[in-house]
């Protein structure tokens, strides 16, 4: 199991999250209307979502590579979420494209990804059937 504990922090108007690793703190942005004059204090709950798949995907990804002894020099993933108009504004869509450096071959990656994002990531896993999971890739 796996805990994590989110605490507000009214004099930052964010909250923290700390999770099972002493020392690491998230800072999570409070809701605030674009117009309150709240300049955002970290990343959004939903902004979150996004950098939890990418980056569970890209460790996959690395794994996967790495284990096929593919020189894998750098990973980046850009995710991009739509989410429905209306409350609670659940993903309808998220789109993880990865780039990926090394001299690669393209048959290579395109298993990476697909077990990455089909089989292991958690997090993906755990939106799917919410939300159409959409990927792609790029060698650089």
């Avoid at 990656?109 to 990531?121: G, I, Q």
Wanted: glycine share 8%; proline share 8%.
């Amino acid at each position: 199991m796996r805990t994590v504990t989110v605490a507000w922090q009214p004099e930052e108007e964010r909250f923290s999250a700390i999770g099972t690793h002493p020392g690491q703190v998230i800072a999570i942005n409070a809701p605030h209307p674009p117009d309150s004059g709240h300049p955002p204090t970290g990343f959004s709950p939903a902004e979150l979502l996004l950098a939890s798949a990418g980056s569970c995907a890209a460790w996959d990804v690395v794994q996967i590579l790495g284990k096929g002894r593919h020189p894998v020099e750098g990973v980046e993933v850009r995710v991009t979420g739509e989410q429905s108009t209306e409350a609670p504004y659940a993903y309808t869509a998220i789109t993880v494209h990865f780039i990926v450096r090394g001299e690669l071959r393209p048959a290579a990656v395109e298993r990476a990804v697909t077990l990455s994002c089909e089989r292991y990531c958690s997090v993906l896993a755990t939106v799917r059937g919410v939300a159409t999971v959409t990927t792609t890739f790029e060698i650089v």
